[in-house]
């Protein structure tokens, strides 16, 4: 079974930065696509942002691309993500996910995904 281990959350001020990291223990199918969602206290788990290994990306809407940049070293299996013009409603448990295609990661649901254990993302105002 493959792991997934983030990195990078933390406590930041409102306007700022953060880049978040996520590492697949191994390199298989189950990595070819891989993304980001979080949960915020109370609130259902949301689609962020996801990548393929030959470059494909996807995002909820085009209204986030501004915010949100996605890169991925397909030699390590990590992906890096950086969400700027932080605010306090972005405070929440961020999750990493890996599957076989976009589509199975951006689901949210489907029993082909890899879930990481979260990372905590605080803003403060």
């Known amino acids: 079974q493959v792991q997934l281990v983030e990195s990078g959350g933390g406590l930041v001020q409102a306007g700022g930065s953060l880049k978040l990291s996520c590492t697949a223990s191994r390199r298989t199918s189950s990595t070819y696509a891989m993304g980001w969602f979080r949960q915020a206290p109370g609130k259902e788990r949301e689609f962020l942002v996801a990548?393929?290994?030959?470059?494909?990306?996807?995002f909820p809407s085009d209204s986030v691309k501004d915010r949100f940049t996605i890169t991925r070293d397909n030699d390590k299996d990590t992906i890096y993500f950086q969400i700027n013009s932080l605010k306090p409603a972005y405070t929440a448990v961020y999750y990493c996910?890996?599957?076989?295609?976009?589509?199975?990661?951006?689901?949210?649901?489907?029993?082909?995904?890899?879930w990481g254990p979260g990372t905590q993302v605080t803003v403060s105002s």
């Open positions: 996910a890996a599957g076989p295609t976009l589509g199975t990661v951006t689901s949210g649901w489907s029993h082909a995904i890899v």
């Open positions: 990548k393929n290994r030959s470059g494909g990306t996807t």
